[in-house]
């Protein structure tokens, strides 16, 4: 029996213990409590006995839970006297009835059943109809919220240019066209495989939105597919996708006798082609994970041969370099392979063919070479080995130790001290140069003595407008990156720096922002 029937005949001549059987079927054919129900009926009732005795009253409807019977009341307030008879009842009346009675109780006064009419029960039936939706919503809620990142199969429901419905059984999913893998079309009736990335709760009920791109969706693949995956002996640690054309995991092995590379792919392949074929023909690297960064970039750009990597921590970004035959297949098609080991690693990956490399080492030797030459007043030889020995900038001279300096080849404790001398005077020349620029400028001190930002960058950001630590305070993360293109600043560190700006001048917490983004602010933020 339908909720339309139901409301009709709850409201009419339907018996005590078959409106609780009715009940209990539709709570079972939409797959919500029985109460749920039974509290539906009960205010379905109750608003079509407001219509009937007056909307001037609180009424209540109760529903036996064991016998099904029907009892309407009138809520009263116990007062000592009557000023409003719709709403209150006098003590004395009210002791007769109940001896425990007291002012400002609520009497409830029973009520003749009542004999609903055609406009009451179209009332009633629509309070039940819109109490059960939203309970089985509530329901379907419930049920997903906590499924998000689980691998589910439905039946197009319908389907569109932007987006498809899954009947799921017990809800409906929506499958939008930037989460489906590109030339991939569903027709009604078909079976879809999908991985539910989001439920949200609307007013229009709970969204639940299915994806066939989403990394997770890989590796679940994976998971039903390689049973030790599932066991928990070898983990997925990063996946990396360019849907419907290539995928890069990464997998790790917490038994040594187990290789997690050859698990994956399965006896000739068996494993590894289930997920391409589910996945239309994307082709999968199956990486093995270390916890050694360039070990683990050097995997990650396999089949490309790598000759050198060189690391900076702090910017998490490595550069590659690798023989001349082997930079196409490095980069990839478009950046492909490039691009999917830098999402699956999580650094910047800088690549370079030997011939570029050597090529820039060069230059970079001849720059340093004039530099010292011009601002050390040095000759070319005393410049060169300098510059041969890794020294990129005065100030590295300036702050070496004599002793660093004498064991360079060619190099005395004289000359060496020497140098260190000039390489000081300049960096303190220099540094009072930028300090008078800083106070023509108008750079408020608090700036200055900031620390995490060098002279230079102060000055660079004075030329720019930016003269106090609130002004400091007030840029996003990008638009510090922005106005110091020199200063190799990561997004990142621009950031912290911005965040602790913030803090010093208390717009927030101490311990505010620790996990997240600067972004432009105002004052008390």
């Not at 190099?411 to 300090?435: G, I, N, P």
């Not at 003595?449 to 106090?468: N, T």
């Amino acid at each position: 029996m339908g909720i339309a029937t139901l409301a009709s005949e709850t409201t009419s001549t339907l018996g005590r213990a078959e409106l609780l059987r009715q009940a209990d079927a539709v709570a079972q054919e939409k797959g919500i409590a029985l109460e749920e129900v039974l509290r539906a009926m009960e205010l379905a009732i109750q608003t079509a006995a407001r219509r009937k005795y007056g909307h001037e009253h609180e009424i209540i409807a109760e529903i036996d839970r064991r016998t099904g019977e029907v009892r309407i009341y009138r809520v009263l307030e116990v007062v000592e006297e009557v000023t409003d008879p719709d709403k209150q009842i006098d003590l004395q009346l009210a002791r007769a009835r109940n001896p425990g009675a007291k002012p400002g109780d609520r009497y409830l006064d029973p009520l003749p059943p009542i004999d609903l009419g055609r406009i009451a029960a179209q009332s009633a039936k629509q309070v039940i109809v819109q109490r059960v939706r939203e309970a089985e919503r509530e329901r379907q809620y419930n049920e997903y919220k906590d499924r998000v990142g689980e691998i589910v199969v439905g039946e197009v429901k319908r389907a569109d240019k932007r987006s498809v419905l899954v009947d799921l059984g017990r809800a409906e999913a929506v499958l939008r066209r930037e989460d489906m893998i590109p030339r991939e079309n569903f027709h009604p009736k078909q079976r879809v495989r999908a991985y539910i990335a989001e439920v949200r709760k609307e007013t229009r009920g709970p969204q639940i939105f299915l994806s066939r791109t989403h990394p997770g969706f890989l590796a679940k693949l994976f998971e039903q597919e390689v049973p030790e995956i599932y066991d928990g002996v070898i983990e997925i640690k990063a996946v990396a996708r360019d849907p419907g054309s290539r995928a890069k995991i990464a997998v790790y092995s917490h038994d040594s006798n187990i290789d997690p590379v050859g698990a994956c792919v399965g006896m000739r392949g068996s494993r590894v082609q289930a997920v391409v074929q589910e996945l239309a023909g994307e082709k999968i690297d199956i990486i093995p994970w270390s916890s050694d960064p360039a070990t683990f970039v050097v995997n990650a750009l396999a089949p490309a041969e790598v000759a050198k990597v060189v690391l900076d921590p702090d910017a998490k970004r490595i550069e590659v370099i690798v023989p001349d035959e082997q930079l196409n297949i490095a980069i990839g098609r478009r950046g492909q392979n490039v691009r999917l080991a830098s999402q699956l690693t999580g650094w910047t990956i800088d690549i370079l063919s030997q011939s570029e490399e050597s090529e820039r080492r060069t230059r970079e030797f001849r720059e340093a070479t004039q530099m010292f030459m011009e601002h050390l007043n040095v000759d070319e030889m005393i410049a060169q080995l300098l510059a041969a020995e890794g020294f990129a900038s005065i100030e590295e001279v300036a702050y070496a130790d004599v002793e660093e300096l004498a064991t360079i080849q060619g190099f005395t404790d004289e000359l060496a001290q020497a140098v260190r001398e000039r390489a000081l005077e300049w960096v303190e020349a220099r540094d009072q140069q930028l300090r008078d620029e800083a106070e023509q400028l108008g750079v408020e001190q608090d700036l200055l003595d900031f620390e995490g930002l060098e002279l230079q960058a102060v000055v660079e950001l004075g030329r720019k407008g930016i003269r106090s630590l609130e002004d400091f305070a007030g840029l996003a993360a990008d638009e510090l990156k922005e106005m110091l293109p020199d200063s190799e600043l990561s997004e990142e560190e621009a950031g912290r720096l911005i965040l602790e700006a913030r803090r010093r001048l208390g717009w927030i917490e101490p311990d505010a922002g620790a996990e997240q983004p600067a972004s432009a602010a105002e004052p008390g933020a």
